[in-house]
């Protein structure tokens, strides 16, 4: 574990935290912590605290809070030191950066857009393994679709708390500097007046140019690649992605209103859940370099 990811409705004015179970067996019996030891922990607000444990038993952890000397959202420069392995005091810990972290991959990270990756209700527990990576990669906002394809609405009732657990465990294990949020269900037409696209004609161009809406697609429908579109260095990206079976006409239609342009991720035939994954890390690893391949393109 890297940092203990905060519930949703913990209030700060209480300044504790009482831990149960298996996450307090986790702390106590595999990472070995006890009274005194201290590691970051990770508000939904992407505040930064850190924890001190006051009282620990196998069942039950008692946890002290307080701000980071940077209180509130911090830019992200890598990992966050693991706390595995045995006591760290509270003057060894630093909640605000890795201990690790260096100004080049500061500058690196700072280049990542803010990401919401939308993914239409898939079968089973498929959709966690999305949830668990798009944490670890600093998604901003996940949001399950409702599509026309997906699983209905009414199945998926009652997912929504284990893959809140998922979140948890993913932004805990990662060390990620950002608070993912998941969001409760919506259609396609409800996702895209939620989140249009900020350019409809894909003509802005530089940096800061607003949100830059994607709908994967497995047919080659696309006007531009996926470079060109990134290359418009957005301030956010929301990446669609369907379920088996993809999208619907009149969801590519409802898309398209709204601005977002059609991508594709190749000729290979991807599960829904690879899909989402794959385009995922493609966004990630072309923003993440981008003044890599903008400065050999335009000679800087």
Do not use: N
Not at 35 to 60: C, H, K, M, N, Q
Not at 251 to 277: C, H, N, Q
């Amino acid at each position: 574990m890297r940092q203990l990811a905060l519930p949703p409705g913990w209030d700060p004015a209480e300044g504790a935290l009482t831990l149960r179970g298996k996450e307090a067996k986790r702390l106590v019996a595999v990472l070995r912590l006890g009274p005194g030891d201290s590691f970051p922990a990770l508000a939904a607000d992407g505040s930064r605290y850190l924890a001190t444990v006051a009282a620990a038993a196998p069942g039950l952890v008692e946890l002290r809070l307080r701000p980071a000397e940077a209180a509130g959202p911090v830019a992200p420069s890598g990992p966050l030191a693991d706390v595995r392995g045995g006591a760290r005091r509270a003057a060894d810990v630093d909640a605000r950066s890795p201990a690790d972290a260096s100004a080049p991959a500061a500058a690196w990270a700072a280049s990542l857009p803010r990401i919401i990756l939308a993914v239409g209700i898939l079968k089973g527990s498929k959709l966690d393994d999305v949830v668990r990576a798009a944490a670890e990669a600093g998604v901003s906002s996940i949001v399950p679709l409702a599509s026309e394809r997906a699983v209905p609405r009414g199945e998926f009732a009652g997912r929504l708390s284990r893959l809140a657990r998922v979140l948890a465990e993913a932004t805990g294990q990662s060390g990620s500097s950002t608070a993912t949020a998941l969001s409760e269900p919506l259609s396609v037409a409800e996702f895209v007046a939620r989140y249009p696209a900020s350019a409809p004609d894909g003509r802005a161009e530089g940096p800061g140019t607003g949100r830059l809406g994607l709908a994967f697609h497995e047919a080659p429908l696309a006007e531009a690649s996926l470079h060109r579109y990134c290359s418009r260095a957005p301030d956010e990206i929301a990446a669609c992605v369907g379920p088996e079976g993809g999208f619907s006409p009149a969801e590519l239609a409802a898309f398209a209103g709204g601005g977002y342009r059609l991508a594709w991720l190749g000729p290979s035939v991807l599960r829904a859940e690879t899909a989402a994954v794959f385009a995922l890390a493609s966004i990630r690893a072309l923003c993440l370099e981008r003044h890599e391949w903008t400065a050999i393109k335009y000679g800087a």
